[in-house]
């Protein structure tokens, strides 16, 4: 049995109209979904009676040449429908921002680019020749550090009644301190050509260099960085446990400058009653001095219901009487 072709149905079939096409030479970009066209324009079809009907027509006829190209491109079927690839855009469109500003090469970046020193990938971890294990090369607990040794071998170099263990100590925190100007020399270069620098060093932003004069904008922001960094210090100074009573005072600090506004708390005793005692009686008095109108005497009140009591029988009783002396009179 001879399967039937399939049934091909066309557009006018379904009663949709394909509007006309543009009739003139256009240059399409279709990665951006735009067509152009570099004849001249004929500004005087636009600009009389019918322009905004002229204005329109074109318009649709550019639109209507994009999408039946856009339709012709190869697609595959997927659960949403069609699925065409764009090819890539050939018109260069301008950036929304400007392009970054590159970032200055650092001292030694300079150097070995002038040397023709090349980064090489080095591993974190070394092998330790005296624990025998694999360690860190930089950081705490690094490998083959100096001070983790318990013997320092003596050179020609040593001084007579030098301490090798102090001396390594010494060199190490210098060390630290070249490492730490370096590095505010390279945000200060980073600085000069506006680019950015981390956070935790924008402090030195604020300060001068190359013996400027500073003008009175200059000085404003100064004072107003003064003044934060002052604050930040007695807030640090009041967070210890004495809140600032015991520390060292900072050169140029008043004296009381970081007392605090608040008290500090103050807890009882845990092994002397006397204390609670006390500050129970003195609670118990306040509270009965503010509401001695609404406490009630019992005793007083006791006195007054056995009176009361002894009113009723003293009256049931001189009723009574009357009334047997009466009947006794009888004989």
Do not use: C
């Not at 102090?166 to 680019?195: C, F, H, I, P, Y």
């Amino acid at each position: 049995m001879a399967t039937a072709a399939p049934v091909k149905i066309t557009a006018e079939q379904l009663g949709i109209t394909v509007g006309e096409e543009y009739d003139g030479q256009l240059e399409y970009d279709l990665g951006n979904l735009s067509a152009f066209d570099p004849a001249p324009v004929d500004a005087s079809r636009f600009s009389g009676p019918g322009g905004e009907e002229a204005l329109l027509d074109t318009a649709r006829g550019i639109v209507q040449s994009i999408s039946n190209r856009l339709f012709a491109l190869p697609a595959e079927p997927t659960k949403h429908g069609r699925l065409a690839e764009l090819p890539e855009p050939s018109t260069p469109l301008p950036r929304f921002q400007p392009l970054p500003k590159s970032k200055p090469m650092t001292k030694w970046q300079k150097f070995a680019q002038q040397k023709g020193i090349q980064k090489r990938k080095r591993s974190k971890l070394v092998f330790d020749d005296q624990s025998q294990e694999w360690k860190r090369r930089h950081g705490y607990g690094r490998a083959n550090d100096d001070l983790d040794h318990a013997i320092i071998e003596a050179s020609d170099k040593d001084k007579d009644g030098e301490d090798p263990f102090s001396r390594l100590s010494r060199e190490r925190k210098d060390r630290t301190k070249k490492n730490k100007k370096q590095q505010l020399e390279n945000v200060k270069g980073a600085l000069k050509v506006g680019a950015s620098v981390p956070t935790t060093v924008k402090l030195a932003s604020a300060l001068t260099s190359g013996g400027k004069t500073e003008g009175p904008k200059e000085r404003g922001k100064r004072k107003h960085l003064k003044d934060e960094i002052k604050n930040a210090h007695i807030q640090a100074g009041v967070s210890t446990a004495s809140m600032g009573k015991f520390d060292k005072r900072i050169k140029g600090e008043k004296e009381g400058e970081r007392n605090p506004n608040g008290k500090r708390r103050k807890f009882m005793s845990n092994t002397d009653t006397s204390a609670e005692r006390s500050k129970l009686n003195s609670f118990a008095d306040k509270f009965i001095r503010e509401r001695s109108d609404d406490i009630i005497d019992i005793k007083k009140a006791i006195s007054r219901f056995d009176v009361d009591a002894h009113d009723e029988r003293n009256t049931g009783k001189g009723s009574s009487g009357g009334g047997g002396r009466g009947g006794g009179g009888r004989g």
